[in-house]
């Protein structure tokens, strides 16, 4: 079971740390326009020499935006709930906190994969069609990685509610 929760904690330490280093960064995508590299993230957008916070409210941005910080929140929790199971903090022993970690981050991969879609769905519509030359960045591929990572954690921590809860159940037969 610690196993498990220890194997859970790790993907979802790793997981939450991508999940803010690719909501912070600016480089979800690369393009060529006027013979110059530019990249864009979620907050901001960079030309040669200087970057500029998006001015725009479009609508992809604004619930990419949304459904990251939602994944972080989600993923964050699930930590702190998780780190409770590990180490048998006695408060709140009304729900089991093993399970209560492997929704949130089941929750959180929820997040995370539904702001993936939407950026890769608009984004490839609109700038696949308008630019040549652009391209996925390394920011986009850490939220991907993220998704695979709290998608795990809450494997593990299921598998370690299951690991817990079994016994318990065979007894009272």
């Given amino acids: 079971m610690y196993s498990f929760m220890g ?3 790790f993907c979802a330490g790793v997981g939450n740390i991508l999940l803010i280093v690719s909501t912070a960064t600016d480089y ?6 006027s013979s110059s590299y530019m990249h864009q993230g979620l907050w901001r ?3 040669p020499g200087k970057c500029m ?3 725009d409210s ?9 459904f990251m ?3 972080l929140l989600a993923c964050f929790l699930g930590i702190v709930i998780g780190i409770m199971a590990f180490i048998h903090y006695s408060s709140f022993d009304g729900f089991d906190k093993t399970f209560a970690a492997g929704i949130l981050f089941f929750v959180s991969c929820f997040f995370v994969l539904l702001a993936m879609a939407v950026y890769t769905g608009v984004t490839v519509n609109y700038y696949g069609k308008r630019y040549g030359s652009w391209r996925f960045s390394w ?4 939220g991907w990685v993220a998704v695979v990572l709290t998608f795990f954690s809450g494997i593990f921590f299921m598998c370690a509610y299951r690991m817990h809860e079994c016994p318990r159940n065979s007894n009272a037969r």
Avoid: F, K, N, P
């Fill in 7 to 9: 194997g859970g904690l």
């Fill in 28 to 33: 979800w995508m690369q393009y060529r326009h």
């Fill in 45 to 47: 957008y960079c030309v």
């Fill in 53 to 55: 916070t998006h001015t």
């Fill in 58 to 66: 479009i609508a992809y941005w604004d619930a990419t935006r949304a």
């Fill in 69 to 71: 910080i939602l994944s």
């Fill in 139 to 142: 920011s986009y591929i850490m």
